[in-house]
């Protein structure tokens, strides 16, 4: 998607850890017109499944499924990352290790929200070595619903998770895709 590369090569910064910063339309600040963009994108490379749930992690997964959802017309569940007296119920589980924060934690979907009968499509913001896309996948596929496809805003190719999950015959669509990213030069994958 040439509008998300370009906001990526103008604003994108490269933090140590190969993590890459983009929070001025992304991660923190929001640009909702972008969001409805990718919205529309996930749309025309979904338009033939039958989507009837978008599944998410929190925090910042959260607000792009809910862009993407309007364009699915379908519910959103997010992924908690902790436990709360809100969440009561038989719960989905799933352990995530966290790229960003380099810590192992628990995530959970209640089962009223997630079943056998739903077509799931899986969003999130980043993918790099794929442990919060495992995890979400795990969990749909706990529930017994099919597994439509998953998709990502920015992957970054060069570590494994892309290649892993589609190795495992999931249908992965990523907006952008980084191939490699230095301080000062970042490639995408055509
Ligand atoms: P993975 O589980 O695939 O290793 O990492 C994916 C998760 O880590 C995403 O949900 C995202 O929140 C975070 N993440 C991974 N790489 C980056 C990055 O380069 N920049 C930002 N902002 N988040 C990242």
Redesign the pocket.
Known sequence: MEQLKQRILTEGRVKSG?????DSFL?HQMDIHLFDEMGKAFKERYKEDEITKIVT?EA??IGIACIVARHFNVPVVFAKKSESRNLDGDLYTSP?????HQKEYMVRVSKKFLSAEDKVLVI??????????LGLIDIVKKSGATLEGAGIVIE?GF?H?GQQIRDMGVRLESLAIIDSMTDDSLTFRD
Do not use: E, R
């Open positions: 190969n993590v890459l910063k983009v991660n992690i910042s997964g995530i290790y966290s790229f960003t999130d913001d980043f993918l790099a070595n794929g442990c919060a896309l970054k570590q998770g």
